[in-house]
């Protein structure tokens, strides 16, 4: 086939695609994919991939959770407890998976989640998720754990959110806030459930600490994993130096690698909804609270001003044990009403799950691990074709359900399969 055609044929199947999508996300044809990502179909082969580049500390880092991983799991696990119960013979053409979320309408109901030291896992990975998602029209959100300076993704992605944890003294916390501020996001999102540290065993048994310790183990993780030691690791020493948590304060913080160094950890056990409020007085953009779980929490939370809440156990990284957040979602979005935007995230890898999540009463949901695992093994490029995937699976999805907007998407669709009432289907 001449150049010509060629060009035409992808053309007409980009045409074809964003039709098929509803105007949404309009994805890369298979053939304009590199050839690392074309045997990429869904989320999680972007983990299997990651598994294969990453060395064993940073993988485990990115994949595991707290103690016994129950939380991790049961994540998932709530999504498979629910079946959908489609219509038919209804018309889909108009389908469109657009959604308004804190004032500003974005492609798709999902973002990226904020991850820590993403650029140990790809080159530069925080600016490579800003970029793909600014491109996309989806929010990415900025990890404050970060080893990039804020002000580098703001100039990236100048729509991006920051995520914080909050220093332990009122005049870290404001002195913070005036440097997001300065960068230009306008969306802070506070980690509010790290009163003290979790028991990260998944850690400390891959040999991971944070700082890292220079040791023959972390070096032979290295050399078992050649691709990511040179485009990653020595790549970033080569052009920016050694990476330091950037974030975290109003001043740099510790280098990602050091012999004796100790990452400054400020007691946090004292935080209170006081904070909160000088937060709330301080801040004047979009704030949304992530860590939720409780009605209780997110009630008071919705009092005390803030725009958002996501409801998450993150990823089950915390407290092992902790209950899913699709669990609580419907207690929660019933008990804030419409007044604040529920979001949630944990577990989602399937367009099937964003749609049970907001049959459940989500406006939005944020995905985390599979997105830093198509940087690690895509950059930009697997980033973006972690977006169209999802994108895509929620489109077709949807014209599966009979439904032509995310509004449709209601608990009528969904049935308990753990006590299916037949009468009701």
Known sequence: MRNSDTLRSMERSSTNLESTLGKGIVPTPPAALPRRLRKVLALDDFEVAARRHLPRPIFGYVSGAAETNASLRDNRSAFEEFGFVPRVLVGVSKRTQKVELLGHTYAAPFGIAPMGISALSAYRGDLVLAQA????????????SSLILLEDVAKANPAAWFQAYLPGEPDQILGLLERVER????TLMLTVDTAVSANRENNVRRGLSTPLRPSLRLAWDGIMR??????????????????HFENSYATRGAPILAKSVIRDFD????????????IRGRWKGKLV?????????????????????????????????????????PAIA???????????DGGVRRGSDVLKAIAFGAKFVFVGRPFLYAAATGRKAGVSHAINILSSEISRNMGLLSINSLGEMSLD?????RHVDVSKV
Do not use: Y
């Open 133 to 144: 998602a600014g491109q996309a029209n989806i929010p990415m959100v900025m990890s404050g």
């Open 289 to 329: 609270l992530k860590g939720i779980i409780a009605r209780e929490d997110a009630c008071i939370a919705r009092d005390g001003g803030v725009d958002g809440i996501v409801v998450s156990n993150r990823g089950g990284r915390q407290l092992d044990g902790a209950v899913s957040p699709l669990r609580v979602l």
């Open 226 to 243: 050649p691709s990511w030691t040179v485009d990653a690791f020595l790549r970033t020493l080569l052009n920016h130096g050694m990476p």
């Open 267 to 278: 007691a946090k056990d004292h935080l209170n909804w006081r904070h909160l409020e000088l």
């Open 334 to 344: 019933a008990a804030v009403g419409a007044t604040t935007s529920v979001i949630m």
């Open 413 to 417: 669709r969904l049935i308990n399969l």
């Open 183 to 186: 960068a230009g996001f306008k």
